[in-house]
């Protein structure tokens, strides 16, 4: 017997949706979220050896994000963005995948060129919807995006 | 975004892999800020070239490009690297950072960009037109091409420049829209300026203020009672307003698009007045004698390194002293012609070209402490992220003043 969702409950389980890379490929990626309450910066931000963070007044600082699901809210613009995140892929410390509430040119590079996948202008906001730790599930299909909470 | 025939095969692959990337990455950017087309440039300025701030995921990228076979289809100039590409020993630098730079400089080179390793590239044969579409990144340069000669280009950043200036389109949004170039602050100033410093100090002043400004693209001012008298006023000028973001800026009865540009996007007016100059060069004045005297950001043209041989000719720097003039390997040339740069290096001084005082892993050890010209150099080289070391400020006649040990601190 199933009971029938109450349309409060229906709104909360909508997805977060927004906008995919063009140059991407379709997939769906399922990882451990780690999300930034404040706008990151790569440069600086985080060490390319070992994918922690390092600035040392950030909500993060400490955590890895090595192969998470990285949400945050925006980037701060650093021209040499793109190079941090290559450098890491090659550390196999970048993280899995990028999901922004508004997005940047400067993010949005620096995904197109290390090939991370990214959904960004994703609304209602994703920082507020989803917290550390939790199992995300990123799909993405003809340059748009959704996220979602792993069932079970 | 609509793509022209060249750049429809180059994002086919048809092309190789190199352009495919690099057209796949302006699409992504192009579709994101909401360009319909792209627009052939008339050059690009690429950044992105320190070992220090790039890492091995420059080296990374610049290899996958030109083992794809990637070649420049615009002109494209480079900007500065960590060393003089000659002199980097005498500098303090390791081998090992010197051969990362060679190698990055190298492949550069085999993609068919210009190495000129100069922030300036409008100072030797990069002169863009007025309303001429180019993809140039670092900031100094971008405000001097919007703003000096009406050329149009985005901030772009060090990837992006490099993927226009291999496949020679850029996308068209932002400041190459000319609604998107009007001013959106009007700043009435009535200090005076008496040297370049002063213009750099404004420059820093008026930056600091419109921090935080929600325009899309930057803040864009409209200067008024300012009266630069030369192209090198406007350079100190840009190169700090740039640190705060700003990408173009008017000045009334100077820069040429001023008199066309409408006025119904000002949302805010401020003004610098001579008091505010005054306290500025005051609080960054230096309080003690400083290990290293470093000149020529943006990089020092042939005219300012001779003002500077002028000031040190049949004079000898003061022990505990050195003194470095940045400049291009272009302008170098030139200055070499009227005899400044042996002026400056008998008096005890070092003409370094390829590089400028941001970008330099000074040893911390050797120089503790560095006085400048330009308060783009006074900002960044404190950054933690970049030197992290104690800077000051004075105008050029008085650092070279304390670097002969004329004027005592």
Known sequence: ?????????????????????????ESEISGIALVSPKPLTFLGFLNRRTGLVEQKDHPLFGE??????????????????PYVLLEMQSNGVAPLAMVMHRGDLGTIAAASVARIPLVY?????????????ERLVVRRR???????RARG | VKLERPQQEMLSGRRGPGLEAATSLLVDV?????????????????????????????????????????????YATLNPAGMDLDRWKEMGLEPAFAEKQELIISLYRSLGIQTTCSCTPYEMGNVPRYGAPIAWAESSAIAFANSFFGARTNRESAVTALCSALAGVTPEYGLHLR???????????????????DFSVIGHHIGEMLQGDPAEFGPIPLLRGLRPRTPHDLKALGASLATFGVPLCHV?????????????????RVRVTGTDLARWRREHEPSAPPALV????????????????????????????????????????????????TTIEKAGGRVLVDTCPEVVPYPRSHYPSILVDSMKAHHYIRSPGLAGIPASLLPTERCVRVATGEEKL
């Not at chain 1, 029938?4 to 409950?9: D, F, M, N, V």
């Not at chain 2, 192009?30 to 701030?53: C, D, F, N, P």
């Not at chain 2, 790039?54 to 080296?59: K, N, P, R, Y």
């Open chain 1, 1 to 25: 017997v199933t009971s029938r969702t109450k349309p409060a409950q229906r709104a909360r389980e909508r997805p977060c949706a927004g906008r995919a890379l063009r140059s991407s490929s």
């Open chain 1, 64 to 81: 890895s994000v090595a192969a998470k699901v990285l949400v945050f809210p925006r980037g701060i613009g650093s021209t040499v963005g």
């Open chain 1, 121 to 133: 202008d994703v609304e209602p906001d994703p920082t507020m919807r989803f917290a550390s730790g």
């Open chain 1, 142 to 148: 003809g340059g748009k995006g959704e996220i979602a």
């Open chain 2, 30 to 74: 192009g579709e994101a800020a909401g360009a319909k087309r792209m627009l052939g440039i008339q050059s690009a300025h690429v950044s992105g070239v320190s070992y220090l701030t790039g890492g091995e995921g420059l080296v990374k990228f610049l290899s996958g490009l030109a083992e794809g076979g990637a070649r420049a289809s615009a």
């Open chain 2, 179 to 197: 609604k998107e170039r009007a001013p959106n602050v009007i700043v009435e100033v009535s200090a005076e300026p008496r040297d370049s410093t």
């Open chain 2, 252 to 268: 009334e009865g100077f820069t040429p698009e001023c008199e066309s540009c409408p006025l119904r996007n000002i949302r805010r």
């Open chain 2, 294 to 341: 470093a000149i020529g950001c943006p990089q020092a043209s042939a005219p300012e390194v001779d003002r500077i041989a002028s000031l040190l000719a049949g004079k000898r720097l003061v022990e505990g002293v050195e003194l470095w003039v940045f400049t291009s390997r272009a302008q170098r040339a030139v200055a070499e012609q009227s005899g400044a740069v």
